[in-house]
């Protein structure tokens, strides 16, 4: 039963490129969450999607993030002309259907920009 | 807006000894879920327990086992006999029940260290 993935495990990118990270959830799970670590920090939550909705981003930057979970594929988290400040640790979760259910990480994306 | 503060950013403890990581927490709900989280030098976040609001029964799984005092908005973690895999970053975190934010709310973390 594999967990939740997220790809790539790595990323560059200079300043002014697109980042694209991508998130599988668990199976049978339709909630994705996103959230973002950065250094010596703890997770901050930036946005929660459900199949082709997104129910609450209410921690997202207003400019250049986006996020998308469509009906079919995987969850896409995606940061327009990056800046250095953009560099961090980016985890998605997954659950079930239910509120308040326990929420399961993936192993993060690492994005460094130059 | 709920607030998560881990007052400790540093904890050690010798193996197979017993450590309390504290956490309190701020809210004005009543109903809400609260976790603890460790993330190890690969960084991955795993899930260690996890608490109802309104079970007054303190969550307990294996070696890990809390205390939570509801009115004090107070929710530690103890590890009894302490192993050196246990060596981690730990989050507690805050989930709200229903009807308002949907993400968890993080602590800034407690590193633990393990002496052999």
């Known amino acids: 039963n594999a967990g939740v993935m997220q790809n790539p495990r790595h990323l560059v990118r200079r300043r002014g490129q697109e980042a694209r990270l991508r998130c599988s959830p668990m199976?049978?799970?339709?909630?994705v969450y996103w959230y973002r670590q950065l250094p010596e920090e703890g997770l901050k939550f930036m946005v929660y999607?459900?199949?082709?909705?997104?129910?609450?981003e209410s921690g997202m930057p207003k400019e250049r993030f986006s996020a998308e979970f469509p009906k079919e594929g995987p969850s896409i988290l995606r940061i327009q002309q990056v800046v250095r400040g953009d560099s961090a640790a980016y985890f998605c979760?997954?659950?079930?259907?239910?509120?308040?259910?326990?929420?399961?990480f993936g192993p993060g994306t690492r994005l460094l920009v130059l | 807006a709920q607030t998560v503060t881990q007052s400790q950013p540093e904890m050690s403890v010798q193996e197979a000894e017993t450590v309390t990581l504290s956490c309190t927490y701020d809210?004005?709900?009543?109903?809400?879920?609260l976790f603890w989280y460790k993330q190890p030098p690969s960084r991955q976040m795993i899930l260690v327990i996890r608490?109802?609001?309104?079970?007054?029964q303190n969550a307990t799984e294996n070696r890990f086992s809390v205390n939570f005092q509801k009115a004090a908005k107070s929710f530690s973690l103890k590890i009894s006999d302490s192993q050196l895999g246990d060596a981690a970053m730990y989050f507690c975190?805050?989930?709200?029940?229903?009807?308002?934010?949907?993400?968890?709310?993080f602590g800034k973390g407690t590193h633990l260290i393990i002496q052999p």
């Open positions: 979760a997954s659950s079930p259907n239910a509120r308040g259910e326990t929420q399961y």
């Open positions: 199976k049978g799970h339709s909630h």
């Open positions: 999607l459900q199949k082709e909705n997104i129910i609450d």
């Open positions: 809210t004005s709900e009543s109903d809400y879920y």
């Open positions: 608490q109802e609001a309104y079970k007054q």
């Open positions: 975190a805050y989930r709200s029940e229903g009807g308002g934010a949907d993400g968890l709310t």
